[in-house]
């Protein structure tokens, strides 16, 4: 069974921080996906990452797939309150499925 | 940009009775996938389907589930005798191969009384 444990699951921070939110696994995955979530809403796909050691930026966000593909982190440079939300990451199993973690709840005070 | 849709929104059912969740997958996709979240828990994969069978199933999904693409834009979860645990959110995702990454849908909220 594969798991992917996502750390840490609540973070407040001031407006201009830095953060990383990471996801590990002890299982490889195909290719992992990071999604953010809104209250009563589905997860909207940020980014996929498929080869190991890959590193995609989209604006301050930055993404990073370990090189073995068993784990994860997400960078958020200068946080905004606008990036406040829910953070998911899934790891892809073959083309069947996605293995979810608990999530990042991220808090971004103004 | 192409979405997937999914109605509706809010389910309520009394337990016990047969409850069908509809989803219109993203039009070119041809992979997709029934997750459920309950409350305060992780998303968890229920089934994912292509070339119109089953391709794999979690143990949550048992003889009480079934899908279907009954014709060529719609995919659907039925829960034949609903259960107070079935309670959740329930989300719908395509793809466009299979390892292609995932997009969801808002999802339905089923509350079991």
């Known amino acids: 069974t594969q798991l992917l444990e996502q750390s840490p699951q609540f973070l407040s921070i001031q407006e201009g921080e830095n953060l990383t939110v990471y996801c590990n696994s002890s299982s490889v995955f195909s290719s992992l996906q990071w999604y953010r979530q809104e209250p009563g809403e589905g997860p909207v796909l940020l980014v996929t990452v498929v080869t190991g050691g890959e590193v995609k930026k989209l604006k301050r966000l930055t993404f990073q797939f370990g090189d073995a593909r068993k784990d994860s982190s997400l960078h958020i440079t200068a946080a905004q309150p606008g990036d406040t939300g829910l953070y998911l990451c899934a790891g892809a199993v073959g083309a069947q499925k996605l293995v979810f973690g608990q999530g990042t709840r991220l808090t971004i005070n103004p | 940009e192409p979405e997937v849709t999914q109605t509706p929104s809010h389910q309520v059912t009394q337990m016990g009775q047969e409850v069908i969740l509809r989803c219109v997958p993203i039009?070119?996709?041809?992979?997709f996938y029934w997750y459920r979240q309950i409350l305060g828990q992780k998303v968890e994969f229920l089934v994912s389907f292509y070339n119109n069978e089953i391709s794999e199933k979690s143990e949550i999904f048992d003889d009480q589930f079934s899908v279907e693409r009954p014709d060529g834009s719609n995919f659907t979860l039925k829960i034949r005798s609903t259960k107070l645990e079935d309670s959740a959110m329930y989300f719908c995702?395509?793809?466009?191969?299979?390892?292609?990454?995932?997009?969801f849908g808002d999802g339905t909220r089923l509350s079991i009384l």
């Open positions: 039009s070119n996709h041809l992979y």
């Open positions: 995702a395509s793809s466009a191969v299979g390892e292609q990454p995932q997009h």
